[in-house]
């Protein structure tokens, strides 16, 4: 069973950094497509980034193309976004989900489990 856990989120000044971290308890979390999703006030959940499960490929939303990062580590159950050059933009609730998919779209259907999300304000 996939159980995911986020991790990270606080707040930081406009061009800090955060790291998000998300475990996932189960035992086939190296065979899943990881992808981080965002939601904030008043606005509809988006895509972030991705990963395949392998770790060999990462997809991100124009948005945040250059500033953030996404990784794993299979050996820790664990998924990464590494954000840096924030801005007051990417406040948001931040969720990981995984996908039975190796190779997951940005499409929310497209992952079958989320985490409960984590919170990141960006101050100006």
């Known amino acids: 069973q996939v159980q995911l856990v986020e991790s990270g989120g606080g707040l930081v000044q406009a061009g800090g950094s955060l790291r998000l971290s998300c475990a996932d308890s189960?035992?086939?979390?190296?065979?899943?497509?990881m992808g981080w999703f965002r939601q904030a006030p008043m606005k509809e959940r988006e895509f972030v980034a991705r990963?395949?499960?392998?770790?060999?490929?990462?997809l991100y939303a124009n948005s945040v193309k250059g500033r953030f990062t996404i990784s794993r580590d299979n050996y820790k159950n664990t998924v990464y976004l590494q954000m840096n050059s924030l801005e007051p933009e990417d406040t948001a609730v931040y969720y990981c989900?995984?996908?039975?998919?190796?190779?997951?779209?940005?499409?929310?259907?497209?992952?079958?489990?989320w985490g409960q999300g984590t919170q990141v304000t960006v101050s100006s």
């Open positions: 990963i395949t499960s392998s770790g060999s490929s990462t």
């Open positions: 989900a995984a996908s039975y998919s190796s190779f997951p779209g940005v499409r929310q259907s497209s992952y079958a489990y």
């Open positions: 189960g035992r086939t979390f190296s065979r899943l497509g």
